[in-house]
T-cell receptor, first 120, second 117 residues
Framework: AQTVTQSQPEMSVQEAETVTLSCTYD???????LFWYKQPPSRQMILVIR??????QNATENRFSVNFQKAAKSFSLKISDSQLGDAAMYFC?????????????????FGQGTILTVHP | NAGVMQNPRHLVRRRGQEARLRCSPM?????VYWYRQLPEEGLKFMVY??????IDESGMPKERFSAEFPKEGPSILRIQQVVRGDSAAYFC?????????WGYGYTFGSGTRLTVV
């Protein structure tokens, strides 16, 4: 079974600065997807960015980018020019492409989350 | 496109009562997933359903919990004889039928916060 670990329970950053959130995972699969989700106090789960394991190029979405190190099984999220609206809980998640008997399609495994505080 | 709709947003039940949580997937989505988020924890997979079929229920507790996704109507997560430990946020997500593009992730609802008193 896959596991996802976020070793930083809390992080803080000054507005306009850059912050990096860490995520490591354990898997024996070679093909999979990785995601970062944001959960503000409203509780809504918002997809921030995704990475396909077979692509070497790191994904980028505006101020959000990832550092995907497949061999090290590391998937960190970098937030540039941090804004007050970025304050939230951030979850790293893993998704198999193929599962045993086809029953693991779509199942996400989440890390424990990192609470990000943005200081004005 | 209304997104994934969950209701109620908040639900309070006394110990021993039944809780019914509803999820209407996005239009065109035929796959539904339920997750549970205990306080201060990440989301944990519970069950994956397609219309009229349970595909993967490996994360469901063995007793008191059941889920369905009928041909017509919303998906229902049912918890019988609730206990305090069932207090959590329950999220539903949906995705379209697809082959490869699992990488689009899926769309989550806003969750139902269940409080057992």
């Amino acid at each position: 079974a896959q596991t996802v670990t976020q070793s930083q329970p809390e992080m803080s950053v000054q507005e306009a600065e850059t912050v990096t959130l860490s995520c490591t995972y354990d898997t024996s699969e070679s093909d999979y997807y990785l995601f970062w989700y944001k959960q503000p106090p409203s509780r809504q789960m918002i997809l921030v960015i995704r990475q396909e394991a077979y692509k070497q190029q790191n994904a980028t979405e505006n101020r959000f980018s990832v550092n995907f190190q497949k061999a090290a099984k590391s998937f960190s999220l970098k937030i540039s020019d941090s804004q007050l609206g970025d304050a939230a809980m951030y979850f790293c998640a893993y998704r198999s492409v193929l599962g045993a008997g086809g029953t693991s399609y779509g199942k996400l495994t989440f890390g424990q989350g990192t609470i990000l505080t943005v200081h004005p | 496109n209304a997104g994934v709709m969950q209701n109620p947003r908040h639900l309070v039940r006394r110990r021993g009562q039944e809780a019914r949580l509803r999820c209407s997937p996005m239009k065109g989505h035929s796959h539904v997933y339920w997750y549970r988020q205990l306080p201060e924890e990440g989301l944990k997979f519970m069950v994956y359903l397609q219309k009229e079929n349970i595909i993967d229920e490996s994360g469901m507790p063995k007793e008191r919990f059941s889920a369905e996704f009928p041909k017509e109507g919303p998906s229902i997560l049912r918890i019988q004889q609730v206990v305090r430990g069932d207090s959590a946020a329950y999220f539903c997500a949906s995705s379209p039928i697809s082959t490869r593009p699992w990488g689009y992730g899926y769309t989550f609802g806003s969750g139902t916060r269940l409080t057992v008193v």
